[in-house]
């Protein structure tokens, strides 16, 4: 275990998006670590239970929050039973989200306006709500989003992902500066192309994908889920407590593209 058992021991975290598969490594690992941790998605009540039967997550600690975030009413439901269940909420982790691969010259306008719900308005209306929440509960806590390191480095076939986590570091930056005085920290993780969902399938089955990718990825292997999950234990813990604003970029050198 990287770190100590306990070292998330007291706190309340919301994760959006949690039963993804990157999802479902880091909330196991929030709850190895001690927390307490409400997972939303949007999977229906009787499939959810299934999953946290599957991984052994403790009913005391974990909760199923189902809502769709990318609405307003959604993302303050998601907060609210959060508070309901543990008493406060301390971590929120903005990690719901979606990629297609699709050449910008055939992607629909209607895929555009879901990548954009999906993946930037839900981030902004979960921080703003969980945010709102701490202030009037008056705790110190901690908003942290999953970017990714396209945000600055444009890769092919996934131009409005790019624009999406793009927009989502100014998002970041922005709250991080209004609310440091109130005592609330906002930073953003970026991995890299990580060995699960879309990048995997396209890393198996697409050769000339393969090719571009390991040409990008200077450590020369897919990205460890778990190594996410250590990302956003080290940014929930009291370790990370000075910081704020920042993007914690844990991507293999991928944001060091284009390589010879």
């Known amino acids: 275990m990287t770190y100590a058992q306990d070292c998330l021991k007291g706190k309340a975290i919301l994760i959006t998006g949690g039963l993804g598969a990157i999802g479902k490594v880091v909330v196991t690992q929030l ?17 959810a239970e299934k999953q946290k039967a599957a991984a052994g997550w403790p ?44 050449p910008i010259l055939d992607y629909p306008e209607a895929d555009w306006d879901k990548i954009l719900a999906v993946n930037l308005k839900s981030a902004f209306l979960v921080a703003q709500a969980a945010a709102r929440a701490m202030v009037k509960l008056g705790i110190k806590g901690k908003i942290i ?25 100014m998002l970041m930056r922005g709250m991080a500066r209004e609310l440091a005085a109130k005592g ?32 990008a990825i200077p450590l020369g292997y897919m990205q460890p889920p778990a190594s996410v999950a250590d990302a ?24 060091l593209y284009p390589m010879d």
């Open 31 to 47: 709850l190895a670590h001690s927390a307490a941790v409400a997972v939303n998605d949007i999977v229906p009540e009787d499939e």
């Open 59 to 102: 009913s005391d600690r974990c909760v199923y929050v189902r809502a769709d975030v990318t609405a307003a009413s959604g993302a303050q439901a998601a907060v609210e039973r959060t508070v309901d269940a543990f008493g406060r909420l301390d971590v929120a982790l903005i990690h719901a989200g979606l990629a297609q691969s699709c």
């Open 145 to 169: 989003f999953t970017s990714s390191w396209v945000q600055d480095t444009p890769w092919p076939d996934i131009t409005p992902y790019n624009v999406t986590k793009s927009g989502m570091k």
């Open 184 to 215: 609330i920290r906002v930073n953003s993780i970026a991995p890299g192309i990580v060995a699960v969902g879309m990048a995997k399938r396209q890393w198996d089955t697409e050769p000339d994908y393969r090719r571009r990718a390991e040409k």
């Open 232 to 255: 956003f234990i080290f940014l929930s813990s009291d370790a990370s407590d000075y910081m704020t604003g920042a993007t914690l970029l844990v991507d293999g050198g991928c944001s």
